[in-house]
């Protein structure tokens, strides 16, 4: 790494400590495709991997005052996306068992037919799923659904942006709605057998 990259990674550290939202704008300019495609080598999903670069830029501006000047960036930030890398693994590990429960669960759990069991066994699997996000899609979820708040006010309590909050949210119904479908399609298959 040459002199010049050195001193602009000093200086982006230095400004995002203030909390310059331009410097942080820079690191993303200058970071972003180069990690995504680190993470897509590991994962081999393209969505997974942009999510994974995501977090870590919402843990960079989060934790941005405590970011010393003397770290060498672009290695943080590769060992960062490393380790998100490692998490989506572990994601994906625990709905792969999450579903081997529901192969081994729902045989048993449908066998009456009384529409009341059937909706209390999907309220069952929406709490698992919502139980599996990550802790802060969980949190923002819960926060939204459970106590009605806003973005603005999901934001205020977690300290986070409302951008963030949304991207949360999306993320959430989308994985929610991903997951579903497939307890859906098992509760008709075994339902129709």
Known sequence: MDTQTLHNDYELLQRLA????????????QYHDAL??????????????????????????NNRTALRSET????????AVFNSVLNVFKQ???????????????????????????EQDMAAIITMEVAALPPKMREA?????????????????????????????????RVLRQRLTVAVGLFALIAGS
Do not use: C
């Not at 203030?18 to 410097?23: I, K, L, R, S, T």
């Not at 973005?151 to 119904?173: C, D, F, P, W, Y």
């Open 18 to 29: 203030v909390g310059d939202e331009y410097a942080f704008a820079a690191l993303f300019a």
């Open 36 to 61: 995504v495609a680190f993470a897509y080598k590991r994962l081999h999903d393209e969505e997974d991997a942009r999510d994974a670069v995501q977090d870590v830029f919402i843990r960079v501006w």
């Open 72 to 79: 060498n960036l672009s290695s943080y930030l590769y060992r």
């Open 92 to 118: 994906r590990a625990i709905r792969t068992e999450h579903l081997q429960s529901f192969r081994e669960i729902l045989p048993h759990a449908i066998e009456g037919t009384d529409h009341g069991i059937r």
């Open 141 to 173: 979820f819960e926060l939204r659904w459970r106590d009605g708040l806003s973005n603005r006010e999901i934001a205020a309590r977690m300290g986070l942006s409302e951008q963030t909050v949304e991207t949360h949210m999306k993320r959430t119904l």
